[in-house]
């Protein structure tokens, strides 16, 4: 084939091209597909927009309470420790760490080479500038989650520091990995921005921040990790959950988070999106009270739990989603064991009863807020315990006043609760803050959320030296033990595990939801 020819053959290639492209927006005008290729504009840019449910509060990392506002920062900056994809500590700007044997000396070796987005440099330093910040701010919210234990912070090298505890504190190593790094010189200079516009070591560093409507990050050209990823990021607020998901059909946004239930079937079958589901930390029960009769007989507590269908419990309560709860931690928290079920079992629960004294059931109370999912769920649990011949009170509280009724007992004589049906989410690596305000008898209210009143003094030592100690190995022993008693001592009716969902556009890969619910698009693609 000559030049000419060449020539003629490539016009005409090209001309047959467009003809074709041209009748394939035509035909997608009359399916709504138009709208879906116009809708990947943002995508075919190798950008993203994500739209979740609530706006920001903060992006200051050591003041957030919020999961949006720590998905975003986790975009933007890095702490000496992570959590990876199932919620378990990684290393991230440490390059290798160490526990002392008494659980109060952590050692850091730092990653070389690293800068923030301003040109600062990461060392031993600007990890002392920022947890004596944390250590030395009450206002902030981790200096009561393991900062204000910190009594020194020592740099021993460039690369190298050591932080030590006034006392053993399990969940410490957890505390290290949301404490993240902001650049020292924004620290001295800028105190006042970090909520607005912080600056870290991340991937992505901040671009624009308007309130209600969008927050903006791009791509950090300097990123000491190197990675292949978009270039811009755009998150949006939009709290109505149509609109959530007319965007996502649409390919106005890209990532949708969370999925509401009801619309998981339709997007489901949409091929041009893809539906995820990710178990979580999110455990439901009741917490029944086992100070005061008739909760104080074990053969009551295990009738009731005889007595809950838990799977009946998921598809009535939480549109089929989730997973039973088989522990007294979900399955995502580490150390996790799982025990035998009580089996749906009426025939069982009325022997229980009646073994208990209780043959013609009794009157109960069960507290809640006034949200409709915890309305659906106490109604639920009045319809299983009637059929063993339990008459179930329901008193719905606004969350306030219900708080004060719970929390306002100064001891468990005080305590007015019979039962109180809520849920408990902690992070997948941070099994005490899963066990022990739950468990421990040094936790009751106002002091706790041990709203059983649960006390069992072998589960309070199996607690107390887990916490103490550095040895996973013995933790993992003492910590399976402390399952196999507590679940067997029933303080609580265990109901189930959510399930986290979430939506992409087929075309985008990279995009993960951590069972805490945290949203991580570090390395996310559009192919």
């Known amino acids: 084939m000559n030049y000419v020819k ?11 091209l467009a003809a074709c492209a041209e009748k394939d927006n035509s035909n997608a005008s009359n399916t709504g597909e138009k709208s879906t290729t116009e809708s990947d504009t ?8 994500i739209a979740v449910n609530e706006n920001f509060i903060s992006m200051d990392p050591h003041n957030t309470g919020d999961t949006n506002s720590s998905s975003v920062q986790e975009t933007m900056l890095e702490g000496l420790l992570g959590f990876d994809a199932d919620g378990q500590i990684m290393k991230v700007l440490a390059d290798d760490y160490s526990i002392s044997e008494d659980a109060l000396e952590y050692t850091f070796k730092l990653q070389e080479g690293v800068t923030f987005h301003d040109g600062e440099q990461f060392n031993a330093e600007a990890v002392k500038a920022n947890i004596e910040r ?10 009561s989650r393991g900062f204000s234990l910190i009594s020194k912070v020592e740099i021993l090298g460039d690369y190298e520091i050591k932080v030590t505890l006034k006392e053993p504190y399990g969940p410490m190593i957890t505390r290290f990995g949301v404490a993240k790094m902001i650049s020292p010189k924004m620290i001295k200079e800028n105190l006042a921005d970090i909520p607005k516009q912080p600056v870290g070591t991340g991937p992505y560093k ?3 921040w308007v309130q209600g409507d969008h927050l903006t990050i791009e791509n950090f050209d300097g990123y000491w990790g190197g990675g292949d990823r978009v270039s811009k990021i755009t998150y949006k607020p939009v709290p109505e959950n149509g609109s959530r998901v007319a965007m996502l059909k649409a390919g106005d946004a890209q990532v949708i988070y969370p999925v509401p239930a009801q619309n998981i079937d339709e997007l489901s079958n949409n091929k041009d999106v893809e539906i995820n589901k990710v178990p979580s930390t999110i455990a439901h029960y009741v917490s029944l009270n086992t100070y005061k009769k008739p909760l104080d007989d074990i053969k009551v507590r295990q009738a009731f739990n005889y007595a809950v269908d838990k799977e009946a419990y998921l598809k009535v309560v939480n549109a089929g989603l989730g997973l039973p709860l088989d522990s007294i931690i979900p399955s995502k928290t580490v150390y996790y064991k799982q025990q035998k079920m009580y089996e749906h079992n009426i025939e069982k629960a009325k022997e229980l009863l009646t073994e208990a004294g209780y043959p013609n059931g009794f009157d109960i109370e069960i507290w809640g807020n006034t949200n409709s999912d915890t309305m659906k769920g106490m109604q639920f649990i009045q319809q299983q315990l009637s059929q063993i011949g339990v008459k179930v009170e329901i008193k719905s509280m606004e969350e306030g006043t219900l708080s004060d009724e719970i929390y306002g007992a100064q001891t468990p004589d005080d305590a007015k609760l019979q039962m109180w049906y809520v849920s ?12 022990k305000p739950l468990f421990h008898s040094v936790s009751f209210p106002p ?3 041990n709203t059983a009143y649960y006390q069992n003094p072998e589960a309070d030592q199996l607690m107390d030296e887990a916490n103490s100690i550095s040895d996973v190995d013995r933790q993992a022993e003492l910590y399976e033990k402390l399952q196999e008693i507590v679940y067997q001592d029933t303080p609580w009716i265990f109901l189930g595990v959510d399930e986290v969902v979430y939506g ?8 993960l939801v951590n069972p805490t619910g945290g949203l991580d698009v570090k390395n996310a693609k559009v192919e």
């Open 504 to 511: 992409v556009r087929s075309n985008v890969s990279g995009v």
């Open 206 to 208: 901040f671009v624009e």
């Open 424 to 435: 408990w989410s902690a992070y997948a690596s941070d099994i005490t803050n899963a066990t």
């Open 6 to 16: 060449k020539l003629v053959f490539v016009i005409l290639c090209t001309l047959l």
């Open 134 to 143: 944390i250590m030395n701010d009450e206002s902030l919210r981790l200096y």
């Open 42 to 49: 943002a995508s075919s840019k190798n950008e993203l927009v």
């Open 447 to 449: 002091n706790g959320a």
